[in-house]
């Protein structure tokens, strides 16, 4: 099971754009195994603050370990993959 935390400031036409394209490569490569919990700093500034968010948006693997961080643009997908360490993983084809 993956799991995710991804900061962003504010539930913006961008923020909602990077969450979608976020789930779509997500349930490429995981299909429904993987949580993202998606944070506003605004709303949850202390879980940020243990977190050391210092930018958004961040995304933030906290399992499998290690726990890894991406900050800025995440729109790179191999950038992503790299970052969280999965990129060994081939696609699921959905049926």
């Keep these: 099971m993956l ?16 969450i979608q394209q976020l789930r779509t490569l997500l349930t490429h490569y995981y299909a429904d195994d993987y949580t993202l919990a998606v944070l506003d700093i605004f709303e949850h500034p202390q879980e940020a603050y243990d977190d050391v968010i ?5 995304l933030v693997k906290i399992l499998p370990l290690p726990v890894t961080q991406i900050i800025g643009n995440l729109s790179d997908r191999e950038r992503v993959l790299a970052g969280l360490q999965i990129k060994h993983l ?5 049926s």
């Design 3 to 18: 799991s995710l935390k991804l900061y962003v400031t504010g539930l913006t036409p961008s923020s909602q754009q990077l």
């Design 54 to 58: 210092y930018a958004t948006p961040t």
């Design 90 to 94: 081939q696609p699921i084809h959905f």
